[in-house]
């Protein structure tokens, strides 16, 4: 009997040149894809952002970007403590757009999705908490 776990089958990239379809096998993550943005420009990283953020409900797309960009990696550390400025703004901005505070259910709810998870990974909890410490009373 064999109990070796079963590998994971490697999803299949489709690379499009011209006319041209070629694939090849990659094993990737979100997370991965997010730890590779750190090495490009703020420009870039905003945009692979939008694009990541994309496959969230259509409400939850902003605020999430706007969360993100309390993760950016800045060089300096003044620019780094700045991160959960970005976060308590995004919340107020998702509250203005929304028209109503975001109370704590909707924001675990939120923070729950299997997606924001992926994206936020290791970050997730830390942001969520501060959220919740910082929410309006």
Not at 54 to 76: A, D, M, S, W
Not at 88 to 114: C, M, T, V, Y
Not at 117 to 132: G, K, N, P, V
Request: proline share 7%.
């Amino acid at each position: 009997m064999n109990t070796a776990a079963p590998t994971p089958r490697p999803q299949l990239v489709y690379l499009i040149f011209g006319s041209e379809t070629y694939h090849q096998e990659a094993v990737f993550s979100i997370a991965s894809a997010l730890d590779d943005t750190r090495q490009v420009s703020a420009h870039l990283q905003r945009l692979m952002y939008k694009l990541i953020t994309l496959v969230l409900p259509k409400h939850q797309q902003q605020f999430i970007r706007e969360i993100l960009y309390g993760c950016y990696e800045h060089p300096n550390e003044f620019d780094q403590a700045c991160g959960p400025v970005w976060w308590d703004k995004a919340r107020q901005n998702q509250e203005e757009r929304q028209g109503r505070p975001i109370d704590a259910s909707l924001l675990e709810h939120w923070f729950a999705n299997p997606v924001v998870r992926l994206i936020l990974d290791e970050r997730r909890e830390a942001i969520y908490e501060h959220l919740m410490k910082s929410s309006p009373k």
